[in-house]
């Protein structure tokens, strides 16, 4: 059975940093695609970034351009987003995502499985 479990999230001061991981177990995703969705109280679940399966093409929501990168360690089976001079916008519970399909990038939609969130708090 596949499993996303996301790490690294907590409560930091706008301006400042945080590292959140992503460990799969169940299937090994060095084949896949993998992307990273948040959801603020009260706000649907959006994009914030995502990565092919090698690691040579990022994507990332025009809100966090600049200030994210996304990356990944397909020998560990881990997905990872660095998280720089953060704002009390990027607030929100931060999920990681893979697709059910390897090797092509999926549309939003064809995200089939999900961690259960980490919450990133940025204090003002």
């Known amino acids: 059975q596949v499993q996303l479990v996301e790490s690294g999230g907590g409560l930091v001061q706008a301006g400042g940093s945080l590292r959140l991981s992503c460990a799969a177990s169940g299937r090994t995703f060095s084949t896949y695609a993998r992307g990273w969705f948040r959801q603020a109280p009260g706000k649907e679940r959006e994009f914030v970034a995502a990565i092919n399966w090698s690691g040579g093409s990022t994507y990332y929501a025009d809100s966090v351009k600049g200030r994210f990168t996304i990356s990944r360690d397909n020998g560990k089976n881990t997905v990872s987003l660095q998280m720089n001079s953060l704002k009390p916008e990027d607030t929100a519970v931060y999920y990681c995502?893979?697709?059910?399909?390897?090797?092509?990038?999926?549309?939003?939609?064809?995200?089939?499985?999900w961690g259960q969130g980490t919450q990133v708090t940025v204090s003002s």
């Open positions: 995502a893979a697709p059910s399909t390897s090797w092509s990038m999926p549309q939003i939609n064809e995200y089939a499985h």
